[in-house]
């Protein structure tokens, strides 16, 4: 027959100071074998005293095994998306001269302030050996699905390209064939968009976004020591160029979103042969 202890009885247990005073305890089942009490962060201690409530004189207490998880790293402008990202690996490319973020020393013509370029029209000629045919081939073609995302973004170049070379035609002068750097890169970028897409990106980002940035400041110095201050179609945009630029930003960290971080890393070490490829062509310009 079930027996009931009365309350006064049972309130002389809570009031036991001793037992008021103990931490809460978590106590596994006393079957649990050593190795599970090994790999799940238990220590065995003893209860010399034999503390009243307890149901033995040993016990198992929790002690935490869990370490903290180590912070994970953040890459310089990841907070801001992946093309911040580029944005800081191209930077740091630069000279100080040419950005303030700029570490690289100055070992080649193209290298210095655009302010202290001394430009050619035959040189700036060579810009017919453009490789903006080739970039926007490609992205019309998509082989990889994700580049049809850079269709008619207002940032093409070709029919600016083309409008100015006619142009120099009619002033008399000859254009040159394709050939030597611009050659070399176009296919480069051919073989890049097929079998890598992530240093595709890249090429396609710095080409697009330093045309407007530096680009501009090529275009006024030709304007200025060698066109009578005429303003190239090459060096103009429809719209807002700022916001193309952030439509273009936009879709990059879209695209960028399905990339592992190894294939984002990828990407940005491609940074330096894009400025080299780059940099072969303006050299042409200054001889």
Same mark, same amino acid.
């Given at each position: 027959?079930?027996?009931?202890?009365?309350?006064?009885?049972?309130?002389?247990?809570? %009031?036991?100071?001793?037992?008021?005073?103990?931490?809460?305890?978590?106590?596994?089942?006393? %079957?649990?074998?050593?190795?599970?009490?090994?790999?799940?962060?238990?220590?065995? +201690?003893?209860?010399?005293?034999?503390?009243?409530?307890?149901?033995?004189?040993?016990?198992?207490?929790?002690?935490?095994?869990?370490?903290?998880?180590?912070?994970?790293?953040?890459?310089?402008?990841?907070?801001?998306?992946?093309?911040?990202?580029?944005?800081?690996?191209?930077?740091?490319?630069?000279?100080?001269?040419?950005?303030?973020?700029?570490?690289?020393?100055?070992?080649?013509?193209?290298?210095?302030?655009?302010? $202290?370029?001394?430009?050619?029209?035959?040189?700036?000629?060579?810009?017919? /050996?453009?490789?903006?045919?080739?970039?926007?081939?490609?992205?019309?073609?998509?082989?990889?699905?994700?580049?049809?995302?850079?269709?008619?973004?207002?940032?093409?170049?070709?029919?600016?390209?083309?409008?100015?070379?006619?142009?120099?035609?009619?002033?008399?002068?000859?254009?040159?064939?394709?050939?030597?750097?611009?050659?070399?890169?176009?296919?480069?970028?051919?073989?890049?968009?097929?079998?890598?897409?992530?240093?595709?990106?890249?090429?396609?980002? %710095?080409?697009?976004?330093?045309?407007?940035?530096?680009?501009?400041?090529?275009?006024? $110095?030709?304007?200025?020591?060698?066109?009578? /201050?005429?303003?190239?179609? +090459?060096?103009?945009?429809?719209?807002?160029?700022?916001?193309?630029?952030?439509?273009?930003?936009?879709?990059? %960290? $879209?695209?960028?979103?399905?990339?592992?971080?190894?294939?984002?890393?990828?990407?940005?070490?491609?940074?330096?042969?894009?400025?080299?490829?780059?940099?072969?062509?303006?050299?042409?310009?200054?001889?």
């Amino acid at each position: 027959m079930a027996s009931f202890i009365p309350i006064s009885q049972s309130q002389t247990l809570f %009031n036991n100071t001793r037992l008021r005073k103990l931490p809460p305890l978590f106590l596994p089942s006393p %079957n649990l074998g050593s190795d599970f009490l090994a790999k799940s962060g238990f220590v065995r +201690f003893q209860n010399p005293r034999g503390i009243t409530g307890l149901p033995m004189k040993t016990a198992n207490v929790v002690v935490s095994a869990t370490t903290a998880e180590k912070p994970k790293k953040r890459y310089p402008g990841e907070a801001k998306g992946f093309v911040e990202e580029m944005r800081f690996v191209a930077m740091k490319l630069h000279t100080k001269d040419q950005a303030k973020e700029g570490e690289k020393e100055v070992k080649e013509p193209q290298e210095r302030p655009v302010a $202290k370029w001394e430009p050619t029209i035959e040189g700036s000629l060579w810009i017919a /050996n453009w490789f903006y045919d080739t970039l926007e081939e490609i992205i019309e073609k998509a082989s990889v699905p994700s580049y049809a995302e850079f269709r008619n973004t207002g940032l093409e170049r070709s029919e600016s390209l083309a409008k100015d070379l006619e142009w120099f035609k009619e002033q008399g002068y000859t254009i040159p064939e394709p050939s030597g750097p611009g050659i070399a890169y176009s296919e480069y970028l051919k073989e890049l968009s097929e079998t890598d897409p992530q240093a595709f990106v890249c090429h396609f980002y %710095n080409t697009y976004f330093a045309h407007t940035a530096g680009g501009r400041m090529i275009g006024r $110095k030709v304007a200025e020591k060698l066109l009578n /201050n005429k303003e190239l179609e +090459f060096y103009k945009w429809d719209g807002d160029l700022s916001q193309l630029l952030q439509n273009v930003r936009e879709k990059l %960290n $879209k695209v960028a979103e399905s990339w592992t971080r190894e294939e984002k890393n990828h990407c940005l070490e491609e940074t330096e042969k894009s400025f080299k490829h780059s940099g072969d062509i303006l050299r042409l310009i200054l001889s």
